[in-house]
């Protein structure tokens, strides 16, 4: 297959430049990047006013799969994805059964291989069956596939254990990802602790939930030399946590989700369950520190937290229904809308934050790069185009988000995997 792209608005993320550029891709890879390419192809894509960058790449997504498949799985996620612009996904192990042996990994592997192209790459437990208290076979997941150990879902609180898979994690390079929140403070609480749950007369989350394991796991990674990346950063106080202890020389890197740099706790007074997500939604003054965070690098990527639930479920009451939002369809768009539309940051420094900088944190080495020679996973979208967010139109399962009938600027055109055209805006 031989595509041309022509006079799209080239970004590389690595250097952050951004240039009108032809792209001449043969074979699954970038052979040409220059002006005027004048070459045969099987297809040409005329990208005059849009945007071409390397392959989304999300390290934080939920699939379902195995055995939660009424959410999501592995074909309607990675549709989504692509929907997304997202070329490669990090999928975590909170499946039924849990991904924390061999054999579930390579389940999700061959799967995905069926799959409409999309990367998937597993995420396995750190502990066996996330309960918490015993490590998983870090070395036989690791030879299997597995990219990387969490129990995101769950807090590990037993300390020793976390100790104990961070020092095997070190030896196998393999990162660590953390879901920081103590379970004893938090565990069956809905929302923030604040002025929304005092309004509502429920126990809330408190941040400094969070911010306590950010820190204990902050200084196990900084003692046993282990790589811990923190998910889905929530709180400004978190994001100083982790600028104090990148500075001293601890190999920590964090993530944020769209709806932490957008949404409030209020959001629970308007939309209920549908805005119930984990961490929760907090304040407008973590808003500012998150968005601090990510203009001075505190805060390394930009990733979905993607979590499906049926219908049914985010139905329930507040206190009862699951926490989790959808996200890989509308990530890009909600991030050129907050932060590139306003002014808050360039584009090369979003698009690194969802390319180069997870690819690089997962030791995906041939992902999120855009150059000669570079896997030709690309996506093209127009920065410019407005539309309104409609779940109805969703390649998910699941319609559960709250941004819901928001208007965003910043639409994918193609999503392109090897060099093959796996979706195209109509």
């Given amino acids: ?77 990675t549709a989504a994805a692509a929907h997304g612009g997202v070329t490669s996904v990090a999928c975590m192990a909170n499946t039924d059964p849990v991904v924390d042996n061999p054999e579930q990994i390579r389940y999700v592997k061959d799967k995905a291989a069926q799959a409409n192209g999309v990367h998937v790459y597993p995420i396995a437990a750190v502990s066996l069956g996330m309960r918490g208290e015993e490590p998983s076979d870090a070395d036989a997941l690791k030879k299997a596939g597995a990219i990387a150990l969490s129990d995101d879902g769950c807090n590990v609180d037993n300390a020793n254990l976390m100790r104990d898979v961070m020092i095997h994690a070190k030896r196998l390079e393999l990162p660590v990802l953390c879901h920081c929140e103590d379970t004893t403070m938090v565990e069956g609480r809905a929302v923030n602790e604040g002025s929304v749950s005092r309004q509502l007369w429920l126990e809330g989350r408190p941040a400094i939930a969070e911010e306590i394991m950010v820190m204990r796991d902050a200084m196990l990674a900084e003692e046993t030399g282990a790589h811990v990346h923190i998910c889905h950063v929530s709180t400004a106080k978190s994001v100083d946590i982790i600028r104090r202890m990148k500075k001293r020389g601890v190999a920590i890197t964090c993530e944020t989700c769209p709806q932490y740099f957008t ?27 998150i968005i601090t965070g990510l203009k001075d690098g505190t805060i390394d990527a930009i990733a979905t937290d993607h979590a499906p639930h049926s219908a049914e479920e985010k139905s329930r009451p507040l206190t009862r229904a699951p926490s989790g939002m959808v996200g890989l369809e509308t990530s890009l768009a909600i991030t050129l809308t907050e932060l590139y539309h306003t002014g808050k940051m360039k584009l090369p420094e979003i698009i690194k934050r969802m390319t180069y900088t997870p690819a690089s944190i997962l030791h995906l080495s041939s992902k999120g790069r855009l150059s000669l020679g570079s896997d030709a996973d690309i996506t093209i979208f127009d920065p410019e185009e407005v539309w309104t967010i409609d779940p109805e139109q969703f390649a998910s399962k699941a319609r559960n988000t709250p941004f819901a009938g928001r208007e965003v600027k910043g639409k994918v055109k193609y999503t392109i995997v090897g060099g093959n055209v796996i979706y195209q805006d109509r």
Avoid: W
Wanted: net charge negative.
């Fill in 1 to 77: 297959m031989k595509l041309l792209i022509q006079h799209g608005r080239v970004v590389d993320p690595v250097s952050g430049t951004v240039s009108i550029q032809d792209l001449y891709i043969e074979n699954g890879k970038v052979v040409q990047l220059e002006k005027d390419i004048r070459q045969e192809a099987d297809q040409v894509i005329d990208a005059d006013g849009l945007v071409v960058c390397p392959g989304l790449v999300d390290m934080h997504v939920h699939l379902r799969d195995p055995g939660l498949t009424y959410k999501e799985d592995i074909f309607t996620g």
């Fill in 263 to 289: 949404l409030t706790e209020d959001e629970i007074l308007t939309q209920g369950s549908m805005a119930r997500v984990n961490p929760p939604l907090r304040t407008a003054k973590d808003i500012k520190g």
